[in-house]
């Protein structure tokens, strides 16, 4: 379907499409990359697509060939440069909502593997917090405690709140299948009707969900009892029996 013609130059309605779709994932990596070191990596790339347009319109000879001959290996180059946020940025296309479906085997194995965690805990009576990444990134949060991108099993929640080991003091974060950081300190919260009631780790489990869309769950040291903090309100004395299916649905909201 052709939109307008002007002279030999023919717009179509796929030509639109196109220009729509290339300039969304433009801008959607200018985003992803804002903020990091690529920021400034990407202005000095665009300066030198400059020079170099300006080399071959001019038909400038030497600066010519210089960038023919570095475009053979410039790919490569860049994918060595640019590694650490081409990672992050299939990390985070990953987590995209359009990717969800996919994912929902893994997800469901995830679950598993933190409900399993949070009822040990709770029969131990093991003080536990444990903070699920979701939209927003917690990545202030993570560099507060220690890096582990570890595997998601059971046993290795378990055992990072096993009472006087080294990393059992704070709270873990869950970032997808990975258990992302442990001993992160967490914002306590600012809700007056909280501050009085429960000790520092539920109010750090509620603080966390007042400046995030995280979801923590905290298991008391004192009693055992399992709640669920999110969007800064909190849900307690959770039945056991029942955690899988409300962590499941907090989860879907």
């Known amino acids: 379907m052709e939109l307008f013609h002007v ?82 940025i299939l990390a985070q296309m990953g987590h995209s909502r359009i990717f969800q479906n996919l994912l929902r085997m893994e997800e469901g194995k995830s679950l598993e593997e933190i409900n399993r965690a949070v009822i040990r805990l709770s029969e131990l009576r093991y003080g536990g917090l444990l903070v699920i990444e979701r939209s927003v990134g917690l990545k202030n949060i993570r560099e507060t405690g220690k890096i582990l991108n570890a595997q998601m099993s059971s046993e290795m929640l378990t055992t990072l709140f096993t009472p006087y080991t080294p990393l059992h003091d704070g709270a873990v974060i869950i970032s997808g299948e990975k258990i992302s950081a442990a001993a992160c300190t967490l914002p306590l919260t600012q809700n007056p009707r909280y501050r009085k009631l429960f000790g520092m780790r539920h109010k750090a ?49």
């Open 7 to 88: 002279d030999f130059i023919s717009f179509r309605l796929i030509d639109l499409i196109d220009i729509l779709v290339v300039s969304f994932i433009i801008y959607q990596f200018l985003i992803l990359m804002k903020g990091t070191r690529a920021a400034q990596m990407i202005t000095g790339l665009v300066l030198l697509f400059i020079i170099a347009f300006i080399a071959f319109w001019f038909r400038l000879q030497g600066l010519s060939w210089l960038f023919t001959n570095l475009a053979t290996i410039g790919f490569i180059v860049l994918v060595i440069v640019f590694q650490p946020e081409l990672r992050s």
């Open 205 to 253: 489990g509620i603080g966390i969900t007042e400046v995030s869309d995280a979801l923590a769950v905290i298991v008391s040291e004192e009693t055992g009892d399992i709640s669920l903090a999110s969007e800064g309100h909190l849900e307690s004395g959770i039945e056991r029996a029942l955690f899988k299916q409300k962590l499941s649905d907090y989860l879907k909201k």
